[in-house]
């Protein structure tokens, strides 16, 4: 299949964030990823006869953070709703959400591609419980149920039917992620589902009436997010160039096969059955706790960039590279702060430290190193303690092995060589053995003298300091042209 452009895309995409409280959303049973299948399920979970939810506080903070983040009014009296439907991830054969009064309505994000700005529309932001894990046998083997995740409390915000291209989407995703990551209230590692989206799409002629929208569901990375969409772009636009009709229904993306398949026909409200839940009280937000969570937000990712150029003196790119992981952040203020060189701290974080997680394939959201040892090594190489070569060396060592710097410098005898005498008898054995090339310095070739730096650096074991050495080099070789002229 091939893509057309004659027919629009218009897309609103509905995420789903696991919230990072410590127990489930009704009861007391743990959260954490993983563990033994069917281990952390109990009475209320799997929903048996008799038992009574309790909302967990947590997971309303959580919902009301991120509403005024995102600019949406608080409904400050909500409800649930059970939403029933026979799947045998959720054994009590229902679904805890809010579908009549979500806890958030109306707000916005600001998504920025290629330096133009867009605001997609939060139509709402809704609590509610996850399902059960469906776990298929290959080859028909039959289909096993981990319950585990079920009941672990989600937040699902809905948006308006704002994106007209793949890039918007997962713009908008990455916006988000960074958001609920400074929050404080997902881990948004979507290789765990943690994260997960669902992709409304339809296509339509330009500026005509929207067309039939199909829903793909539970996409898990933004590679996957990226071909779906495209997939079904083109699946859509193939039907109707055939002069079909594009069926509502709900499909499944296939990563191995980078396809989607139906489902089921898509259902709607009433298909659910939805009613007022019995066993929950109406939920009511006081003033006063909910100005103590606005009082309590976090700086945010785009904050702290511009805080970071204002108070720092960090340029814009390098903010932006450092503002990307909310651990980076915190590193760079603490050691920027101890050495008093925010300069110097944000180009080892951006540079150095940014060039060991690529290679060694670690993740900049958990990487872990000691402030006080980077800020000492900012400081020796700043006081001219060490070279900038021998501070690069060290910066590596203290990234992949966690050396003291300290002692790592004493006993490798890394000290910058000061001593005059040393630095004038390595120059001299420089201008000795490179006579051609000094000659040429004098006759004007500037580009000659970093190669002279370099050997007169070389004759220091790499230990000289640039300065002092550049100092006495260029006041060697006045004297050479001096004596050749007269």
Known sequence: MTARTCHQMVIGIE???????????????????????????????????????????????????????????????????RKNYFYPDLPK????????????????????????????GIREIHIEEDAGKLIHAPNGGGTYIDYNRAGVPLLEIVTNPDFTSAREVTA??????????????????????????????????????????????????????????????????????????????????????NESFPMRSKE?????RYFAEPDLQPLEISNEWLNEIRLNIPELAGEKRERYVLEYGVSASLAEVICASKNLARLFEDVAQKSEEPAEAANLITGELMR??????????????DADKLAFLISSVVRGDINRSVYKDIAAEVFANDVDPRKYI?????????DDDAIIAAVNKTLSKNSGAAGDFIAGKEKVFEFLMGQAMKNLGGKGNPASVKKILLKALGELCLNQQL
Request: net charge neutral; aromatic share 6%.
């Open 15 to 81: 995420v789903h964030a696991e919230l990072n409280t410590k127990s489930k959303i009704f009861c007391g049973c743990s959260t954490a990823f993983g563990g033994e299948t069917n281990s952390k399920v109990c009475p209320v979970c799997a929903g048996q006869p008799g038992v009574l939810p309790k909302l967990n506080e947590a997971v309303v903070e959580r919902a009301v953070k991120l509403g005024l983040v995102l600019g949406c009014t608080i409904n400050q009296n909500c409800e649930f709703d």
């Open 93 to 120: 054969a229902y679904q805890i959400s809010q579908l009549y009064f979500p806890i958030c309505t109306n707000g916005k994000l600001e998504i920025d591609i290629e330096g133009s700005k867009k605001n997609i």
């Open 172 to 257: 908008f995703i990455e916006k988000l992620k960074e958001t609920m990551l400074y929050l404080d209230i997902c881990d948004c590692k979507m290789q765990e589902g943690s994260l997960r989206a669902d992709i409304n799409l339809s296509i339509r002629q330009p500026d005509g009436e929207l067309g039939t929208r199909t829903e793909t569901k539970n996409l898990n990375s933004l590679k996957a997010i990226t071909h779906a969409i495209e997939y079904e772009r083109e699946r859509q636009t193939d039907i109707i160039k055939r002069g079909g009709k594009v069926v509502q229904q709900t499909r499944r993306w296939d990563e191995e096969k």
């Open 268 to 272: 709607n409200a009433q298909d659910y």
């Open 356 to 369: 060991h997680i690529n290679d060694s394939g670690a993740q900049a959201d958990t990487f872990t190193v």
């Open 410 to 418: 004493a006993e490798k005898g890394l000290l910058a060589v000061r």
